[in-house]
């Protein structure tokens, strides 16, 4: 069984309070699980929730926790929680990081321990109970045992960013969220030369578009980013987040089961998002969420 729960469902900022009360104000990290094998995507704020719940019941029931994690890209909002995921001070914890490349010389271990430096938090890496173990990859289909593959697609962020697509007995889950339609950069009308440019630009923006679409064909759970409104998106273009409208559009005839918008903007509220839902609560093919932390769906 292939399932996926929602611990954090909220981009770029952690919004608690009175007005994100039933969606849920905690950033990005959610739970996979391919039977019992855990794997978690993203260290937001989710995460803090999500080691609470693996003390009382994974290390209760086996022992230990041993998850692999998996990270979408390193911007602040994605990995704000590591630091208060409690099984990382508890002894026999193992943990495997997987994320993409960065654009620095520097590593992904490094830029991860380095919130967990004095001047940011009271623990430093290097006294913490837990093995860990990092791995940076770039596009490529990894081969976890048991007939489950995870295969990952460089997203369209300012950062190196990876969706993911989990396979297993038949089923599949992908990501696609820190991401915006890839548009054409070279788009002008001035001179010949520069209309030819524009014609490649338009062609490769295309390519590119379809090459995300491929991707996530077929699958029974796609978990999109959809942090604007299409309104909003004008004044954000080039920040690396979609509209829910384009979203909906572009997954459209790709022969998904589920699709899930996530990643809401900060500033919107529970009954805004209620509004979204509506929205779209008769369309059949693909069912369409909105993403809520709690939830668990299944593949």
Same mark, same amino acid.
């Given at each position: ?120 938090? +009271?623990? #430093?890496? /290097?006294?913490?109970?837990?093995? %860990? &173990?990092?791995?940076?990859? @770039? ?126 903007? +900060?500033? #919107?509220? /529970?009954?805004?998002?209620?509004? %979204? &839902?509506?929205?779209?609560? @008769? ?17």
């Amino acid at each position: 069984m292939l399932t996926v729960r929602f611990w954090g469902v909220r981009g770029s900022l952690p919004s608690p309070g009175p007005n994100t009360v039933i969606y849920g104000g905690n950033t990005s990290c959610l739970e996979i699980r391919a039977d019992e094998r855990l794997f978690i995507i993203d260290l937001g704020t989710g995460i803090h929730p999500l080691g609470e719940w693996l003390i009382k019941n994974d290390l209760k029931k086996k022992g230990k926790i041993k998850a692999d994690i998996f990270l979408t890209h390193t911007h602040w909002d994605h990995i704000i929680g590591f630091p208060m995921f409690n099984p990382i001070y508890v002894p026999g914890t193992e943990l495997k990081i997987t994320g993409p490349v960065s654009l620095e010389n520097e590593s992904l271990k490094a830029i991860i321990d380095n919130q967990m430096s004095h001047k940011y938090w +009271p623990v #430093r890496a /290097d006294e913490l109970s837990a093995k %860990i &173990e990092y791995n940076q990859i @770039k596009e490529e289909t990894l081969d976890m045992g048991d007939g489950l593959t995870i295969t990952s697609k460089f997203l369209n962020h300012p950062i190196f960013c990876l969706g993911y697509r989990f396979n297993y007995q038949g089923k599949s889950i992908a990501t696609v969220y820190d991401h915006e339609p890839f548009h054409n950069l070279f788009k002008t009308t001035e001179t010949d030369s520069d209309k030819e440019t524009d014609k490649e630009g338009e062609i490769a923006s295309a390519e590119e578009n379809e090459r995300i679409r491929q991707f996530i064909k077929g699958a029974d759970i796609v978990i999109h980013d959809a942090q604007y409104k299409q309104e909003e998106y004008s004044g954000h273009v080039g920040w690396g987040h979609c509209s829910y409208e384009n979203a909906v559009q572009t997954t459209a005839g790709l022969d998904l089961k589920k699709l899930v918008l996530f990643h809401h903007e +900060p500033s #919107r509220t /529970d009954s805004q998002l209620e509004q %979204i &839902e509506k929205s779209y609560a @008769k369309n059949k093919s693909p069912q369409i969420i909105i993403a809520k932390e709690g939830i668990t769906l299944t593949a």
